[in-house]
């Protein structure tokens, strides 16, 4: 009987979790640039899933959002990885997702290839960056110090500008 409620409990604690951070996980998703929208959709359904499996392992050392976004992009980079290894049909590229907030979707989408070609942890701080978070949040995400994110985050912005403006 306790595990029935114990399970209760846990889906309660769940729903909570996704209902507070179901934007922020859908952006997330996006982030990864798949290149269909119902792979957004599976991406988010299996970053759901991972949080679901893992939530016991959130010990609250760090925010309730680092923690969604370490699960998240582990998440995201193994879906990427086996999407790279799977053979490409010959099909039309869909027409992007738009964004209202962003006013200039073409240098946009540019800049996010030219953010997620950085080394790979290089693109993270980036992405952290982006999202909104701290330099601390980001250092324990990273498990670097705040000054190393900081040097960081500015070489890979520096990095981004030139190549920015070498294409454009």
Not at 38 to 48: G, M, P, S, T
Not at 108 to 132: C, F, K, T, W
């Amino acid at each position: 009987m306790q595990e029935v409620i114990d399970n209760k409990e846990r889906e309660k604690a769940f729903r909570e979790l996704v209902a507070r951070n179901k934007d922020y996980i859908f952006n997330l998703c996006k982030g990864y640039r798949f290149s269909a929208s119902w792979e957004i959709e599976d991406a988010f359904q299996e970053v759901l899933c991972t949080l679901w499996r893992d939530m016991d392992q959130f010990e609250g050392r760090s925010s309730e959002r680092t923690w969604i976004f370490r699960v998240a992009k582990n998440t995201l980079l193994q879906l990427k990885r086996k999407e790279s290894n799977l053979p490409q049909p010959d099909m039309p590229t869909p027409a992007p997702y738009y964004d209202e907030r962003v006013p200039d979707m073409e240098n946009y989408h540019y800049l996010m290839q030219l953010v997620n070609n950085l080394p790979r942890l290089d693109s993270q701080i980036v992405h952290a960056h982006i999202e909104g978070f701290s330099y601390k949040e980001i250092a324990q995400m990273t498990q670097l110090t705040v000054p190393a994110v900081a040097m960081r985050l500015a070489r890979a912005k520096e990095r981004l500008r030139r190549q920015y403006e070498k294409t454009k």
